[in-house]
């Protein structure tokens, strides 16, 4: 950094707005040179701050430019106000005023994609947190909010799709082959709610009837390309949209719903109220295109925007510090929403491998902050998996606290008191804790203290008082600012198997119990156990900590089979095969020959024999943890040894179980027309991990199953598990020839070519890096499209382990350069792709010392943004 260095923002100095603004009204005029902005503010001071005679500060951006000022009708003169780079301030205000600004801006150079951008030829906006104060001077924080009303104009050829938030309620011609929409959204919203799309969209439109009888009009625009892959989407919003009655009593409230699917955005999706704005890659699908996992990510994605409606629109957050107030609630109502319509335990499984690999891995490293952050320098390196996940298994925690009842009359009182209001995590808790009686004066911890807690259980069992004990301590290792941790209130789910697996009756009859710790040791007596259980702990995953007990393989294998909850079967096995591979790899880096454990080999024979297992657990169970996982779990993270014996195991596995996995392969290769059905979702799973783990063999008769799959699937799926398969074996030649065929077959379609560029980033081969230069100077890369860097540089550094650490530290350069290019760009991606150096700690010495050279390299950039200065500076520190 050239300048001075950045300053953090604190949620101590929180003050309420010492100004408020009642009716926003904007007006734009888009252009191919630039756009014309127009608003016209009905501000007051606000009763509630102590600030009577404060001055007006508005939000502004460096690159707005001014044109006029007027103040109450009267045009202001340079001297009457101060300009500076991001701020515009105003002395000697009336009580109230109306104060109107004309700004010009460029969105056709605007490649941040914050505020007003272009995609593909369409305006578009993204404007949480921050980005409204670069299409005019603002208040743009969210406890500011006002009624918008919103003027589009522009040319009737190129743009006769005019949108904005609410509904319209004016439109016409204008001269030059111009029309104006005019959009009125009734419900008072922060900026970073706003919305406007110009473009020539095609729409799909369908309607749903609300519970009280409404008619809501759901319309779904894309480019005309994507017509055929709008069902999908609309069949999950009306799902959302039916769920949020029944289960949370919330319906829809305006008289329209809008989706516009663009390919240019840094995120998933944003809830822009009435008007949700999508990464196409979020909201696209069509079978032939889409992979079965994307399908489902999609229907989660519809919904949480969906559901911001009420928890983020209706109820805000009162500052950013609060962003899990609307993030945490809104996954945790997604993942239940997911649930409910697929596999509950499998929804969870695949929630708690990305938190235990991702979420915990940002807890321990220099980043790490607590779910309400106390600090920030840029608000868009919050929105972490520790607000968002973790953030949602704190409020999945309260609702194991409460009960589903007591719950539901938590978030009934929070959602009528708040109503239009926008509030604190706090006052989310307390809304919980009068409906409830529950004290959550201890829980709020998880709020406040960062950092994954441990658990570490032992056991005692007397067999004459035919009394069982478990003596649990919890402890929680320090993070950046936060030395020492208080206890956590944690609920502790537990059940206990006898000798045949069965659960043992614990309190009131009940089979799983939850206890609640709450200080840093203590111990739990269960009386009238009958024999020595084996303890079924933290049954589906009760609490986002690291637990420890003991467990013997032995023990291990028969919770796998005989656990009533799915969850901890599961999760015995992951305990299985992570010891199995940690001893490996002591083994391997004292150069031992490997010899795999038998009782992994017979824990994946009975999975893959029993016909009678559900196909969606198996599938499960048979992943290995992965290597990130493995990582996550290292003191120091030997790179080489975790993939080098991980393949081992794999190949092992394979070669053992050759001909049930062939049977399992044949048995479940889709026949019949391609379903959606969660039973033909959970087979293709099976059919293409036994085609993984035989892919491991280098047999050419599996080459050949491989390759009739690619070539003759009718889905994705088959075709994409397949494209991987051969491109990441050791069978050079077909590899480049289905990279080749898949590219010539996809080239039109923009998110396939996405897969083909990750499939490539995340090969095993040595030349990775010299592949993913080469491809930044494909036809199809784009540095300026996010999920283009996304599939490709991103792929490559964070999810090709070995290739990205190699020992030169030629990975570690490349990602340095791209962030220092893309900085110019793009400050929030650039910012983003920084994550895999910043964990340089968990490195040995001679990696850690070149991660920490290019961390420095991109330090002294001059003009580098905030946004990637807080995380370097912060991991450097
Ligand atoms: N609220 C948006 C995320 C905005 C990110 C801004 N940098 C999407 C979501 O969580 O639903
Ligand atoms: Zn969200």
New binding site residues.
């Given amino acids: 950094m050239s300048k001075e260095n950045p300053r953090a923002i604190h949620l101590k100095d929180y003050r309420v707005p010492p100004f408020l603004i009642d009716q926003t009204e904007l007006h734009f005029e888009l252009g191919e040179k630039a756009t014309l902005v127009k608003s016209r503010l009905q501000m007051r001071r606000n009763p509630a701050s102590g600030e009577l005679d404060a001055p007006l500060e508005l939000d502004g951006d460096a690159d707005l430019t001014l044109r006029r000022l007027v103040l109450d009708g009267k045009d202001l003169a340079p001297g009457d106000y101060l300009l500076e780079s991001d701020t515009l301030r105003l002395d000697g205000l009336p009580e109230q005023f109306v104060l109107e600004c004309v700004t010009l801006i460029k969105p056709q150079e605007n490649t941040s994609l914050e505020g007003l951008y272009k995609s593909n030829g369409m305006f578009c906006t993204q404007c949480?947190?921050e980005g409204f104060r670069k299409i005019t001077y603002y208040l743009d924080r969210p406890d500011v909010m006002a009624r918008f009303t919103t003027t589009v104009v522009a040319d009737k050829d190129d743009y006769p799709v005019l949108l904005s938030n609410g509904n319209p309620v004016e439109e016409g011609e204008v001269s030059e082959g111009r029309h104006f929409v005019t959009w009125e959204d009734p419900f008072p919203k922060p900026a970073y709610l706003f919305a406007l799309v110009a473009g020539n969209l095609e729409r799909v439109e369908d309607s749903f009837t609300t519970a009280s009888g409404r008619e809501v009009a759901l319309r779904l625009f894309v480019e005309p390309q994507n017509l055929d892959k709008c069902d999908h989407a609309i069949r999950s919003l009306k799902k959302a949209m039916a769920w949020d009655e029944e289960v949370y009593g919330r319906e829809y409230d305006l008289d329209i719903f809008m989706i516009v699917a663009v390919d240019h955005f840094?995120?998933?999706?944003?809830?822009n109220k009435g008007l949700n704005i999508f990464n196409s890659s979020c909201v696209l699908a069509k079978p032939e295109t889409t992979t079965d996992s994307a399908f489902e990510r999609i229907e989660s994605i519809v919904a949480?925007?969906y559901f911001?409606n009420w928890s983020g629109n209706r109820v805000t957050c009162r500052d950013w510090f609060q962003l899990s107030l609307k993030?945490g609630f809104?996954v945790f109502r997604d993942a239940e929403f997911s649930a409910d319509m697929g596999s509950r335990t499998v929804k969870r499984i695949e929630d708690v491998t990305l938190l235990r690999t991702a979420q915990f891995a940002e807890d321990g490293g220099p980043m790490a902050h607590p779910v309400r952050p106390a600090s920030y320098i840029e608000i868009?390196n919050f929105?972490t998996l520790t607000v968002y996940e973790k953030g949602a298994e704190v409020v999945r925690m309260i609702h194991t606290l409460l009960g589903p009842e007591q719950f539901r009359a938590g978030s009934d009182l929070y959602f009528a008191r708040h109503d239009g209001q926008a509030v604190t995590t706090d006052d989310f808790v307390a809304a919980m804790e009068e409906a409830s009686g529950v004290d959550l004066g201890q829980f709020r911890r998880w709020y406040e203290q960062a950092g994954t807690p441990r658990l570490q259980v032992s056991d005692a069992y007397d067999a004459d008082a035919k009394r069982y004990t478990l003596n649990v301590k919890q402890s929680c290792p320090p993070s950046p600012g936060q030395d020492r941790k208080a206890p956590f209130h944690i609920p502790l789910a537990v059940g206990l198997l006898d000798a045949e697996g069965r659960d043992i009756p614990l309190k009131d009859g009940a089979t799983t119990q939850v206890l609640h710790l709450a200080e840093s040791e203590q111990q739990f007596h269960f009386d009238n156990v009958p024999c020595k259980p084996v303890p079924s702990l933290l049954r589906g995953f009760s609490a986002p900590v690291k637990l420890s007990y003991p467990y013997s393989r032995d023990e291990l294998v028969f919770l796998m089979s005989h656990d009533s909850d799915g969850f901890n079967r599961w999760d015995a096995g992951q305990q299985l095969a992570v010891a199995i591979i940690e001893e490996l790899i002591v083994d391997y880096r004292a150069g031992r020959e490997l010899k795999l454990d038998q009782r992994l080999v017979q824990a994946y024979r009975q999975l893959l024999a029993d016909t009678g297992l559900d196909p969606a657990m198996v599938a499960k169970m048979l992943v290995l943890p992965s290597e990130s996982y493995l990582s996550e779990l290292a003191e120091t993270v030997d790179v080489e040894a975790i993939h080098r014996v991980r393949e081992f195991v794999r190949r092992t596995l394979a070669t053992e179980l050759r001909d049930l996995l062939l049977e399992v392969y044949r048995r479940n290769r889709s026949d019949g027309p391609y379903t959606l059905a969660a039973e033909a979702i959970a087979r293709r799973r099976l059919q293409n991990q036994s085609l993984g783990y035989l892919m491991a063999l280098e047999e050419k008769e599996v080459l050949a199953l491989a390759q009739n799959q690619f070539e003759n699937a009718d889905n994705m799926t088959d075709a994409q598990a397949a494209l991987s398969l051969i491109a990441h074996s050791g069978f050079e030649a077909e590899a480049a020839a289905a990279l080749d065929a898949f590219y010539q077959r996809w080239q039109a379609d923009t998110l396939v070519v996405n897969q083909w560029f990750t499939t490539q980033a995340t090969t095993p081969r040595d030349n990775a890096l010299e592949t993913v230069r080469a491809l930044m100077d494909h036809e199809a890369f784009e540095l300026a499209n996010p999920n283009r860097v996304r599939a490709l540089i991103g792929a490559f550094c964070s999810q090709n382990p070995v290739q990205f650490h190699r020992a030169d530290g030629e990975g570690y350069r490349f990602l340095a350069d791209r962030v220092i290019e893309l900085d110019r760009l793009n400050p929030?991606i650039a910012s983003r792709l920084l994550t895999p150096l910043t964990r340089w700690r968990k490195y040995p010495p001679e990696l850690s010392a070149q991660m920490q050279a290019q961390l420095q390299r991109v330090l002294a950039v001059e003009e580098l943004s905030r946004d990637c200065y807080e995380v370097v500076s912060k991991s450097l520190a």
């Fill in positions: 949480e947190a840094n995120m998933g999706a944003m809830e949480h925007e911001h993030e809104t868009s929105y929030q």
